[in-house]
């Protein structure tokens, strides 16, 4: 069964503005951690923003933002003042409190338009 | 700043061969994790590694084996390679459990034919 689902397979943005890109996952933990990375070209699979669920406030790193969600179990990430730079598949990804691994959605990709 | 450190980064075997791939973690790093990324897929989770013990296992094929050495570098062995294990191979290192995160390498691309 899969965790967390990116409902939206490829999303399109034009330069400086704004796109929004959904997750939402399933968990019965009341802690557990939740993460979206970043996939270009290249391929390096590049940390963007983390958020601790028993953390109220929503995550913030320059450009990037997420809402999260815990009663709805959504996590979307917020990209403001879009740059082509941005264009790469993201993924978004969770792992329960004292375990290893990630469990990763099937990805959203990002196109910028100039 | 180090980063996770992977080789080769790109290896064409055939089938029935065996590859082996390495990761080399950022220093002070003591959990390694391997991640395999078919085309168009999302990465699948196939072991960890904390401290030089196993860690956690996800869908690692039998064929596949791996270890943590004494100084903290990590190596994927696979054996009699299948067309369907062509992928990206990702490692990755954290401190403990990566509640901050984990940091990736840039992969070892595998192609079997």
């Known amino acids: 069964a899969q965790t967390v689902t990116q409902s939206q397979p490829e999303m399109s943005v034009q330069e400086a503005e704004t796109v929004t890109l959904s997750c939402t996952y399933d968990?019965?933990?009341?802690?557990?951690?939740l993460f979206w990375y970043k996939q270009p070209p290249s391929r390096q699979m590049i940390l963007v923003i983390r958020?601790?669920?028993?953390?109220?406030q929503n995550a913030t790193e320059n450009r990037f933002s997420v809402n999260f969600q815990k009663a709805a179990k959504s996590f979307s990430l917020k990209i403001s003042d879009s740059q082509l730079g941005d264009a790469a598949m993201y993924f978004c990804?969770?792992?329960?409190?004292?375990?290893?691994?990630?469990?990763f959605g099937a990805g959203t990709t990002v196109t910028v338009r100039a | 700043a180090a980063g996770v450190i992977q080789s080769p980064r790109h290896l064409i075997k055939e089938k029935r061969e065996t590859a082996t791939l390495k990761c080399y973690p950022i220093?002070?790093?003591?959990?390694v994790y391997w991640y395999q990324q078919g085309p168009g897929q999302d990465p699948q989770f196939l072991i960890s590694?904390?401290?030089?013990?196993?860690?956690d296992k996800g869908s690692i094929p039998d064929r596949f084996s791996a270890q943590q050495f004494s100084d903290y570098h990590s190596e994927l062995n696979m054996s009699s390679l299948e067309l369907g294990d062509s992928a990206l191979y990702f490692c990755?290192?954290?401190?403990?459990?990566?509640?901050?995160?984990?940091?990736f390498g840039s992969g070892t691309r595998l192609t079997v034919v």
């Open positions: 990755a290192s954290s401190l403990g459990t990566g509640d901050y995160g984990y940091t």
């Open positions: 968990t019965s933990e009341s802690d557990y951690y």
């Open positions: 958020q601790e669920a028993y953390k109220q």
């Open positions: 990804a969770y792992r329960r409190p004292n375990d290893y691994k990630l469990s």
């Open positions: 220093p002070r790093h003591d959990t």
């Open positions: 590694f904390y401290e030089k013990m196993q860690s």
